[in-house]
C-alpha cells in the first residue's frame, strides 16, 4: 500500500533559526519514514520581499544542504527547488482566476509585512498564500507539518481546494485533495528573543532576535 503523503517547505530567506527546526523541520526528519515526503526550498516564496539574485542562489543551496544536515535523507525524500517546477507558478496562476480578493486581504502575515514595505508593497506578498495553496495541492498532500503561524494560510489552501471541487468537480468526485494540517503543540511558535510578541523570524532585522541553527554554539 503506498504511503500518505507530505508537502513542506522553506523560505530561502536566509539561515535557518530555531523556530523554523522546532516549527517544521524537526518533524519532517520523525516522519519521514511513515510519509511520502516531499520537501521543497521555496525560492519562488522568498522574491515576495526584494532579494539579492546572487544571495538568493546561495541560500536555496544553503538550505538544502541545512535540510540534509539536520537529517532529511534525499533517499527516503524528495527534496527539490520550487522554481524549477514551471506548475507551481501555472497552478497558482489558476488558482488566482477564482480566489477572492478579500480572502487574501484578511491575512495576518500579509498584513504585517506589508507594513514594512510601505507603498512599495509588491502583488506577490498578497499573492503568496495562493502559490503556497498551489504548492500543496499540486502533490495531492494528505497533510502538511507547518509552524502555528502557517495555519491561517493553510485553511486557504483548503478554501481554495473546496471551491475548485465546489466549481468543477462531479458529484462526490473531488478534483483536489483536500490536505489536513500538522501542527505539532511544542515548538509550534518559537518567539523572538527581543520581542516576545513576536515570531522568530528570519528577516527581522536584528540578529538579537533570533538563534540560527549555524550559529557557533557560543
Ligand atoms: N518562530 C517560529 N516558530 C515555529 N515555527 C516557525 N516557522 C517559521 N517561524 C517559526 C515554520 O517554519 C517553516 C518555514 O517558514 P518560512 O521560512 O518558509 O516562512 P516564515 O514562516 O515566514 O518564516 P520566517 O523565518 O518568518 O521567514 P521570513 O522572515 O523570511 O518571512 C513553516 O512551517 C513555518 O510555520
Known amino acids: 500500500m503506498s504511503q500518505p503523503r507530505i508537502l513542506s517547505g522553506i523560505q530561502t530567506t536566509g539561515n535557518m533559526h530555531l523556530g523554523n527546526y522546532l516549527g517544521a523541520i524537526r518533524n519532517w526528519v520523525e516522519l519521514q519514514s511513515q510519509y511520502d515526503c516531499f520537501l521543497f526550498m521555496a525560492d519562488l516564496h522568498a522574491i515576495t520581499v526584494p532579494q539579492d539574485p546572487k544571495t538568493l542562489a546561495e541560500n536555496t543551496l544553503k538550505l538544502a544542504a541545512t535540510y540534509i544536515a539536520c537529517g532529511i535523507d534525499p533517499e527516503q525524500s524528495t527534496i527539490f527547488v520550487q522554481s524549477q517546477l514551471p506548475e507551481h507558478s501555472e497552478l497558482a496562476w489558476l488558482f488566482n482566476c477564482i480566489t477572492p480578493l478579500n480572502w487574501l486581504e484578511r491575512m495576518i502575515q500579509f498584513k504585517e509585512k506589508a507594513v514594512k514595505q510601505g507603498e512599495n508593497v509588491g502583488v506577490g506578498l498578497l499573492d503568496y498564500p495562493v502559490l503556497m495553496a498551489a504548492d500543496i495541492l499540486l502533490y495531492d498532500a494528505d497533510k502538511v507539518p507547518v ?4 495555519k ?40 523572538s528573543l527581543t520581542d516576545g510578541t513576536k515570531k522568530m523570524s528570519k528577516s527581522d532585522p536584528s540578529e538579537l532576535s533570533r538563534i540560527d541553527i549555524l550559529d557557533p554554539p557560543d
Do not use: C, S
Not at 509552524?147 to 502557517?150: P, R
Open 152 to 191: 491561517q494560510h493553510l485553511e486557504l489552501t483548503r478554501d481554495i481546494a473546496g471551491r475548485v471541487n465546489d466549481k468543477f468537480g462531479k458529484k462526490k468526485r473531488y478534483v483536489l485533495k483536500v490536505p489536513e494540517p500538522m501542527i505539532r503543540k511544542e515548538g509550534a511558535r518559537i518567539m
Open 147 to 150: 509552524g502555528e503561524d502557517q
